[in-house]
């Protein structure tokens, strides 16, 4: 039996429909929705009215008049997008498409806490939404990424061992009470992962993520939907046991974790070592770039090393896409064949059968994208919109 939408559907499933960006007449969306086209007027009014769409002419099949068509309007509202990582922040006024529109980076280190960092960030954003001539009332949501676990429900924080002074600490409040939009909070590798899925126009729903970075993680997109586990802390690879006989103390207080072995820090200790200059996992890229053997050597092993972890995940989850991001992916090629050298040898045929593994495609700006991302599939979630167009 067909199922009577006239008293379920509202605006928000019209506007679900328009947000592939074609425009489509009243006939058009009466025919997809199986609403009367009285009720379809009527939520057309109310998503012209919130300015969520914008009208259009549309050629007439017969050569008539044409019919007035109405599609999504991208530049309805903004998005604000913050990836905070451990010595870094990169921040982002986004379009409701997702398309960047202003975007500054700096040095910035996290240990400094919660209310100079996020101060920075506030007056950034603001900075951003005057280079392209839009105002906090533009604003829909705000997203932001921390570089340690996080309890997306609350958007705090919890135990982050990078982080002091933040452990608890109501980010989406702070802002909240500044701009009064909704806020969300994640950690930088899941809206990393949203971001790389966004990028690849959705078309790969099981996708695993890993920043190779300060620190080591990953981001699981499972069935299309970002995976975070009972309590956020899905994905945290970087502190499982490798074997290791040098018994490698890990700041978690464990040995022999995975990114106290591989990650950017470890390389740069190894190498300062040798006597080289290298103070962090940039410094380490650099000497790469630079054909240093040293840093060339440590990056294959770190990819080997990370490889070997991966391997596991790619038997257990049987990911379509493997996507290593972070500063070190900066090193190219020697990581890559590292990582893949290891996947595939240790890993099944049929798990590796259709298996790409490759870097980022978005870079340093990965972690914005997804901030934005996520924030605009919350926005415009069914029951938002519903919300917005019944207002």
């Known amino acids: 039996m067909t199922q009577d939408l006239s008293s379920s559907s509202g605006a928000g499933t019209v506007l ?23 009720t379809v007027s009527q939520r057309i009014d109310a998503l012209l009215l919130q300015g969520w769409i914008v009208p259009t002419d549309s050629a007439a099949p017969s050569g008539g008049r044409p019919a007035t068509a109405f599609s999504f309007n991208r530049s309805a509202r903004v998005t604000l997008a913050a990836d905070l990582g451990v010595t870094h922040a990169r921040v982002a006024v986004a379009d409701l498409g997702g398309a960047i529109l202003a975007e500054r980076a700096t040095d910035l280190s996290i240990s400094q806490g919660p209310e100079p960092t996020l101060t920075w960030v506030l007056d950034s954003f603001d900075d951003l939404l005057a280079e392209c001539g839009r105002t906090r009332g533009d604003v829909c949501g705000v997203g932001i990424g921390l570089p340690g676990p996080v309890e997306h429900e609350t958007g705090k924080a919890v135990n982050p061992p990078i982080m002091p002074n933040w452990d608890g600490f109501p980010v989406p409040d702070w802002f909240g009470s500044r701009l009064g939009v909704p806020v969300l909070v994640d950690n930088d590798v899941n809206i990393m992962a949203l971001g790389e899925q966004w990028a690849a126009q959705l078309e790969t729903e099981h996708l695993i993520f890993v920043k190779m970075g300060t ?4 981001g699981i997109i499972s069935g299309g939907r970002l995976h975070r586990g009972a309590e956020g802390a899905a994905g945290d690879i970087g502190h499982i046991r490798v074997p290791n006989i040098n018994q490698v103390q890990c700041r978690c207080g464990n040995i022999d974790c995975l990114e ?16 080289l ?4 996992g940039r410094d380490v890229v650099r000497l790469v770039k630079e054909g240093n053997t040293q840093a060339i050597h440590l990056v294959r092993q770190s990819g080997r090393e990370v490889g070997s972890v991966l391997a596991s995940i790619v038997n257990f989850f049987n990911p379509g896409l493997v996507v290593i991001g972070g500063d070190l992916a900066e090193a190219g090629d020697h990581l890559l064949a590292g990582v893949r050298e290891v996947i595939y040898a240790r890993s099944l045929p049929l ?3 259709r298996l790409s593994i490759h870097a980022s495609e978005l870079g340093d700006r990965a972690g914005v994208m997804g901030a934005a991302a996520m924030v605009i599939e919350h926005v415009l979630a069914l029951e938002s919109a519903e919300q917005s167009g019944s207002a």
């Open 351 to 353: 798990a590796t059968k």
């Open 16 to 38: 679900s429909i328009l947000r592939d960006g074609r425009a489509r007449t009243r006939a058009e969306l009466v025919q997809l929705t199986g609403l009367a086209r009285s």
């Open 277 to 280: 200059n290298a103070s962090d």
């Open 260 to 275: 106290a072995i591989a990650g950017g820090d470890a390389l740069a200790a190894q190498l300062r070592s040798f006597g």
């Open 215 to 218: 620190g080591i993680g990953c």
